[in-house]
């Protein structure tokens, strides 16, 4: 198992790139469009970390983890066979791949796919 993104919504994007930078290292790049906004920074043994702001209104605070697997329609059929809600199916982004978003024991987990 591998985190491939972890996303962390935050309405204090610059200060919690700022103690990841002082605290671990991590070196934050300027917003993506594609991953909501979100500055990046690139985690040991492969995959990134996004802090990003909430995209609406009500979108709530979270830090989601976004597993990798080798075929997310898979990985969603097992997810909904153990019971895991699909609260996002999934999706393209161009040039990062295709990821998912379910919840399961109150919790906000992701899928990605490269």
Do not use: K, S
Request: hydrophobic share 45%; proline share 7%; charged share 20%.
């Amino acid at each position: 198992m591998q985190v491939y993104y972890l996303e962390i919504v935050t309405r204090e994007v610059d200060a919690v790139c700022a103690a990841y930078a002082a605290a671990h290292g991590a070196r934050f790049g300027q917003p993506d469009a594609g991953l909501g906004n979100a500055r990046t920074a690139a985690m040991p043994g492969g995959g990134l970390v996004g802090v990003r702001a909430p995209l609406r209104e009500d979108e709530e605070p979270v830090a989601r983890p976004y597993w990798l697997v080798d075929d997310i329609e898979a990985a969603v059929a097992a997810v909904e066979q153990a019971g895991g809600f699909i609260a996002h199916p999934p999706l393209e982004i161009p040039g990062h791949g295709a990821f998912a978003i379910y919840f399961q024991g109150g919790i906000q987990h992701g899928l990605w796919q490269r």
